[in-house]
Every structure is written in C-alpha cells, then in structure tokens.
C-alpha cells in the first residue's frame, strides 16, 4: 500500500525516472491503451495522408493509373503557372479585406461589451452567425446582395444609387465574400478578444478613471497592450482560417466572375476534383502549407518582439 | 471581500463629477454598437424568413415590403414533402424535389456518430496526456498539436484516395471515419480541463484501490461534465456545418447530408431566377437544428468557446 502511496505522486515518479519497474509497466500499458483510438485515428488520417500527400506531389497521378514518378515537376510547374500565382495573390487580396477590418470590429465589438453590456445572454448573440454553417450564411447573402431582387440593391435602388452586382462583378466579388465572412466572424473574434479583455483585473480601470482618462486613452494605454497574447492567438488563428477559404466561394461564385475569386483552395480543388491532376493538387496544397507556417511564424515574432517593450 | 483597491469615498465623488457626463456619452454610443449588432445579426434570418412565406410571383412585383408578399407556407411544405411537386410548381416553386427529411437524417446520423466518437476517444487520450506518465507521451503529444497547423485540404487529398481505395466512397463510413476517433483540437481541448481539475480526489481514489480507468469513468469525466458536454456540443455543429468533405465523398442522394444537399439544389435551380421562397424555406429548416441548440446552450458555449481562447 505504501508503495503504492509513492508511486502515485508525480513527482517522486519524475525523480526516478526507470519506468521499467512493475508499477510503471502498468501505467504505461493502461496509457497506450488510453491512447491507442486516437492514435489508429491519427495515424490513419494524419500522418500517412501526410507522407502519402508528399510522396503524391512528386508523382503525375489522375487516381486511376499507376502514378509515374516527376521529382520536383509538379513544384518547378506550379511556381510557373500564371493561374496559380494568380490564385496566391487573389487568396491575399482576401486575406486583407477580411482579417484587418473584422479584428477591428472584434475589437470595436469587445471594448462595448467589457465596459457597458452585462449579462452573457447578449454576448450569446455574438456567436449566432458562427454556428451557422458557411453553406448557409452563402445563401443567405446570395439572396440579400442579388442583383435584380435582393433588398440590398432594392435598398440602394430606392434612395437614388445604381444597383451593384456584387457577387458578380470582377470588382465587388472578393469584397463581397469578404463582407460576408466578416460577417459570419466577427462575433466569435469578439468573443475571443473579450475573455482576453476580462482577464484584466478591474482595478486598473479604476485607477485610470480616478486619475481622469478617458475610455479611449485607456483602450490604447491598458487594454491593447494586455491583450497581446489573445490578440497574437486570434490573429495567427484568424489569418490561418482566412488562407484557406473555400465554403462560401464554392456556393457563390466558385472562382468566378472569370478568375476573380479563384483562390489558392479553389485552385486546389478543380487540380485535383475537375482535372484529375492529384500529383499537381497535391503540390500546390504543400505550398499552401508553407506559406502558412512562414505566416504564422512572422506574425507571432512581430508579435513577441512588442512584447518585451512593454513589459 | 475586502477589497484594498476599492477607492476611498471623497475619490469617488471626485471621479463621479468628473467622468459623469463622459460615461453617458460612451455609454450611448455603446447602445448604438449593440442595437446595430443585434440588427446586422438578425436581420439575415428575417428576411430569408420573410422570403420563405412570400410567392415567387409576389416577390417580383413587390420586392420592399418588410412583411412576406403573397404568403404561403408553400414553400415550407413542399421542402417538407408536405405538397407534391405539381403543387409546389403551381405555388410559384421551382418543383425540384429536396428531399428534407432524408437529408436530416443523414446529418444528424453522421453528426451525431463523429461527436459522440470523436469526444469519447479524445477523453480518453486526453486523459492520458494529462494524467499518466509514459514513454514518448510529450513526443506524441507534440506532432498532435504540430498538425493542427496543417491546412484542411493537405490531408483531404490523400484522404479522398485512402476513402476511394477502401470503396467508402458514398457511404455513411466513407464521411465519418476521419472524424471519429479523434481530432488534435479535441485532445488539445480536454487536456486543457483535465488538467485544470484537482488531483486529491484522483490520489484519494488510487489509495482506496481504483484502477486507472475508474478514475477515468468515475472521477475525471463527472467532474470535467461541462467541457465534456461541450466539446460534444461544438463537434456536432463542426460536422452538421461541414461541407468540402461530405461533398466529396458523400454527394449521392442516400447519404447526402444537408450542406451538400442545399448547394446542390442551388446549382440546380435555373441561373435567371432561381426559386429563392424553396431556397430560403430549405435554408432556413437546415438550421433550425442548430438555432435550436443556441437557444438552449448559446451562452454556456460562449463561455467555453472563450475558454480556448485564453488557454
């Protein structure tokens, strides 16, 4: 019993660390047993895909003959390929219509709810639109913004402004979906940033208002700095997300007017599920995946560079 | 609670008079922000509302009126199978038949199988990340969390070939299996609580002889109930709002669920002037499921969706 009593505490079990002995075999027998689902699970649809993917992109592959071998082909093509860096760049116009203005309306969002609004049934309503499914909120918005009929145009039409064709136009198309996707999360960007924003404790708000700031002064001089971390988290989350729009350009526009919102995904997707070219799909998907870890790098050292001076 | 911070009563009075009047005009600026929220939030689902209980004809001649024109609850009934299709032709609709009730079905089949698999399976190894100690747990715990930073369509790829290889193609297997036993985000997710919860219980429990998997069973997941619960909750809307997967291997009429099924009849409806009352009334029914969950659940997962964030 005593030993037992031991070997339970974590501690004394990190001080001796031959897990070899009987009590230890035990654990780690019921630990991989634990973890054995997960691990078929991860195994099966993560890791080998993986490995299977890489190896994909190096071959020309239509899913029905036998892959043929290409080396670096498919890469050496892609980075040629007009439609493909045409897809890159259209990806971050997107990016940049959606993220900046949806983080500052998160924000705009969040500061009215940390400081005026109580009781969390109101700030249930931030995360409405995000439960609802991409196809959905696509079809809403189709229906809103058409050209002819949609209560926007019907709207813009009645106080003397030209109609729009908003999902239709070469122009307005990526706006659109950028719109609509703000839409779709800024309540949850909210969200996030408010928890970040009600870990400060409330006594420094009231410091700053005995000595007389205003909401604004203390917006920039208290809250924006606390909130670095949850701000670097919603970013680098948010950013990775945006990359890889799909849904609502599958519903609407799927790449059109002409190529207008063809992005990396949708480029991706006609590769692999129109052309049948996997091996190329494939490479093109590995890009993607750099580019996004390179992002995601970039932003959490730009991040954590501020960090130190306001420490 | 005593608090020290709390300001002295002659501070008080001072900042009373000075920031009187500016805490008015924030706070009505505050109350504009929200009325505009609830506003752009709500007024989406309104008007597909109001369209799915207006005639197709009506809605033509009378594109401004806030209530439906020509109301009917046609639509409603002919996505319900309710009407015929001739009936539903003569009601102004387009006579496409979607079938609802097969397609909700099918999505709540395949939602229901991946949370409830994905949950139980991620508990598990999550409790085994958080509590028990074997070789390679921070290893393996690692490449977990390293793929939640691979982008979908890298792993839907070979995914895609693995489900066609196995002949899943168009099967209730073929759209679940990558779900079911386990996603990063999950394991992630629960260990995070497991490893919020007070260990004297578990220690208590080891003394009087439980075996791992009681403290598992009795300890562990009633005292983690909420967050279990909840990332049950979230698992099920991530799958009910999927697409991209379920659209490629899951689009034949048997085992297609509601996303694909909405795209589809949108695709199919005549490019001039798609049936939008048919459209809206099937909108609207695929998220009632979901609307039906914020309203009993909204705010508790608001919390815990703030809770990732902050983690």
């Known amino acids: ?311 | 609670m005593a608090d020290l911070a709390v300001p002295q009563p002659a501070e008080i009075e001072a900042r009373r008079t000075r920031r009187g009047p500016r805490i008015e005009r924030d706070r009505t600026g505050a109350w504009i922000v929200l009325a505009l929220l609830v506003f752009i939030t709500l007024f989406p689902f309104y008007w597909a509302l109001r369209t799915a209980l207006s005639t197709q004809r009506d809605l033509l001649s009378d594109p401004t009126n806030l209530l439906p024109v020509g109301f009917t609850w046609a639509s409603f009934k002919a996505a319900l199978g309710m009407i015929s299709a001739e009936a539903s032709v003569a009601a102004g609709g387009s006579g496409r038949v979607f079938h609802f009730w097969r397609y909700l079905g099918n999505t709540f089949l395949v939602s229901t199988l991946v949370a409830v698999g994905q949950t139980w399976f991620s508990a598990m190894a999550a409790y085994a990340f958080a509590r028990l100690h074997f070789p390679l747990r921070n290893q393996i715990f690692t490449i977990f969390l390293a793929s939640l930073m691979v982008p979908g369509i890298v792993l839907v790829i070979p995914n895609f070939v693995l489900i066609h290889d196995l002949g899943w193609i168009n099967t209730y297997q073929g759209i679940i299996a990558p779900g079911f036993l386990m996603s990063p985000f999950s394991i992630f997710f629960l260990r995070q609580f497991f490893l919020g919860i007070n260990r004297d219980m578990e220690e208590a429990a080891k003394i009087d002889g439980a075996g791992y998997f009681e403290i598992f069973w009795r300890i562990i997941l009633p005292m983690a109930q909420g967050p279990v619960l909840m990332l049950g909750i979230i698992t099920f809307i991530t799958q009910w709002n999927d697409y991209l997967w379920p659209f490629l291997v899951g689009r034949a009429e048997n085992v297609r669920v509601l996303t694909v099924a909405l795209s589809v009849f949108r695709s199919q409806t005549p490019n001039g002037s798609p049936d939008w009352p048919g459209l809206m009334a099937g909108t609207l029914l695929a998220s009632v499921p979901i609307m039906v969950i914020f309203i009993f659940m909204g705010r508790r997962l608001s919390e815990s969706i703030q809770f990732t964030g902050v983690k």
């Not at chain 1, 892959?67 to 890159?88: E, I, K, M, W």
């Open chain 1, 1 to 311: 019993m005593s030993t037992q009593a031991v070997a339970v505490t974590p501690r004394a079990a990190r001080v001796r660390p031959d897990w070899m002995r009987g009590w230890r075999r035990r654990e780690t027998l019921v630990a991989w047993l634990f973890i054995l689902p997960s691990l078929i699970g991860f195994t099966v649809f993560y890791l080998v895909p993986a490995i299977r993917g890489l190896y994909i992109s190096f071959t020309d592959w239509d899913l029905l003959s036998t892959p043929t071998f290409v080396g670096a082909d498919n890469y050496r093509n892609l980075l040629q390929d007009g439609d493909f860096r045409h897809s890159l760049w259209v990806t971050l116009y997107y990016v940049l219509l959606n993220i900046p203005l949806q983080t500052m309306l998160g924000l705009i969002i969040a500061v009215v709810f940390d400081r005026f609004v109580h009781g969390s049934g109101w700030r249930s309503l931030l995360l409405l639109p995000w439960l609802m499914p991409n196809v959905i909120v696509a079809l809403l918005f189709l229906w809103l913004l058409d050209p002819g009929l949609g209560i926007f145009n019907v709207f813009l039409d009645a106080i003397g402004l030209p109609k729009q064709s908003f999902f239709g136009s070469v122009g307005q198309a990526m706006p659109t979906i950028a719109g609509v996707n703000i839409w779709r999360f800024v309540g949850y960007t909210a969200l996030l940033i408010l928890a970040g924003m009600q870990r400060i404790p409330k006594d420094v708000y009231e410091a700053g208002a005995i000595d007389g700031a205003s909401e604004t002064r203390m917006f920039f001089n208290i809250t924006l700095p606390l909130l670095k971390p949850v701000l670097t988290f919603v970013l680098v989350t948010s950013v990775v997300g945006s990359f890889q729009i799909f849904d609502t350009i599958a519903v609407t526009t799927k790449g059109g007017p002409v190529d207008a919102t063809r992005v990396i995904n949708w480029f991706i997707y006609q590769q692999a599920f129109e052309r049948f070219k996997f091996g190329y799909a494939t490479a093109a998907s590995l890009i993607l995946f750099v580019i996004l870890v390179i992002v995601s790098l970039v932003q959490m050292r730009l991040l954590n560079a501020n960090e130190s001076d306001l420490a």
